[in-house]
């Protein structure tokens, strides 16, 4: 059965850099886009992007171009975001999500980022 | 790309009926036939319920249902359950390989 799995919980100084793992099985990995959405406490799903797997293309949403890094690794079946320059407004819970044509079908647990000094 | 507009929240009693609007522009929801709704549960992942406007993934029952009109998209919640309150999203394609999420509604069975 398909499932992603992502790291684990992080806490994170402002400035810093945080990367978020998400790790697929169940399907071939390099045959479906992956996306990322943001989702700050009490508030909605915001899209961040997505990557190809096949040949790593990413294409990111303007509020965060320059901050957000995509990438892969397929010899592993996993995706990577990676947020710099984090502020205390970036505290939330980072989904990947599959997008099977134009939805996403199977979702990552979440990934809960906290920024705090 | 701004958001799509849902509102807030909505409510019924156990087996009313339920509609969520979803309204965006010619350019996102208007512009393509591919709206996809999500519920979700308080510390859940989303829940892909609806894709492509009315279509309903294996597993997902009946009772929910997709349409659009225009710049405006709707899930109804036929025969309300008290399982099914929680947040719902709407999505939708916005043209240049971007996505669009709304506002999110909370819906609440009295």
């Known amino acids: 059965q398909v499932q992603l799995v992502q790291s684990g919980a992080e806490v994170k100084k402002p400035g810093a850099s945080v990367k978020v793992s998400c790790k697929a099985s169940g399907y071939t990995f390099t045959g479906y886009h992956m996306h990322w959405l943001r989702q700050a406490p009490g508030q909605g799903l915001e899209w961040m992007g997505w990557i190809n797997p096949n040949n790593g293309a990413t294409n990111y949403a303007q509020n965060f171009r320059g901050r957000v890094t995509m990438t892969r690794d397929t010899s592993i079946s996993t995706a990577y975001m990676e947020l710099s320059r984090l502020r205390s407004d970036d505290t939330a819970v980072f989904y990947c999500?599959?997008?099977?044509?134009?939805?996403?079908?199977?979702w990552g647990q979440g990934t809960l980022v906290t920024v705090s000094s | 790309q701004s958001a799509l507009t849902q509102p807030r929240s909505v409510s019924g009693s156990p087996g009313q009926s339920v509609t969520i609007s979803c309204t965006g522009t010619s350019s996102d929801v208007g512009g393509y036939n591919f709206v996809s709704w999500y519920q979700q549960h308080p510390g859940k992942a989303p829940k892909l319920i609806i894709h492509?406007?009315?279509k309903r993934p294996s597993g997902v029952p009946e009772r929910f249902s997709g349409s659009k009109t225009g710049n405006s998209a709707s899930l109804t919640i036929s025969g309300l359950q008290a399982e099914d309150e929680a947040d719902f999203y709407c999505c939708s394609y916005a043209g240049n390989y971007v996505s669009v999420f709304g506002t999110g509604t909370k819906v609440t069975v009295l």
């Open positions: 999500a599959r997008l099977s044509s134009y939805y996403s079908d199977y």
């Open positions: 492509d406007v009315n």
